[in-house]
């Protein structure tokens, strides 16, 4: 039952977005009159892989919260606050954040510029003597495994407790 519903969702999602990108491609060419370039089948790619990951976190939420509108305040508030403070706090580590679902979804519109592979992928400054590091996207291939642990973990947690549940 919960597989269904999850590929269901999945999808449905994804349909959407296909529609979405393929009328962006339709428009690109239309109006600059050029090929479609590779990145922007690779943009859909890591969309396609950060929408499984947020259903993964959704399933998982849903296993166990009592009602869908509870579920769906919390991926919210997640993805607008939640990430966000705890970037906050380990901005002054110099980490990469790897474990943002909000820093990972930098990639989709990132790695459409053909510069991609060459750009920097954050930016330093110093105040008061503390040098900061601001991240601005990861890398194809940490974009690639966070977002798959992400889908792994979370749809494997899910699972497990949705069929604790029925039992």
């Not at 166990?64 to 919210?76: D, E, N």
Request: proline share 4%; net charge negative.
């Amino acid at each position: 039952l919960i597989i269904g519903k999850y590929i269901a969702n999945y999808i449905l999602v994804i349909g959407i977005a296909a529609i979405h990108y393929f009328l962006m491609a339709l428009l690109c060419f239309y109006f600059y009159a050029e090929p479609i370039p590779p990145s922007l089948f690779l943009s859909f790619g890591y969309l396609a892989l950060y929408i499984l990951a947020l259903a993964s976190v959704t399933t998982f939420l849903s296993s166990f919260m009592p009602s869908a509108g509870s579920v769906l305040i919390i991926i919210i508030a997640l993805i607008l606050f939640g990430f966000s403070i705890i970037d906050s706090f380990v901005t002054l580590t110099q980490i990469e954040p790897l474990y943002s679902l909000t820093y990972l979804d930098n990639i989709i519109s990132n790695i459409i510029y053909p510069e991609f592979f060459t750009r920097e992928r954050y930016y330093e400054y110093t105040q008061d003597n503390i040098t900061h590091r601001i991240w601005l996207f990861p890398s194809a291939e940490g974009a690639l495994i966070g977002l798959s642990l992400y889908a792994i973990v979370f749809f494997l947690l899910g699972y497990l407790l949705f069929k604790r549940r029925q039992l």
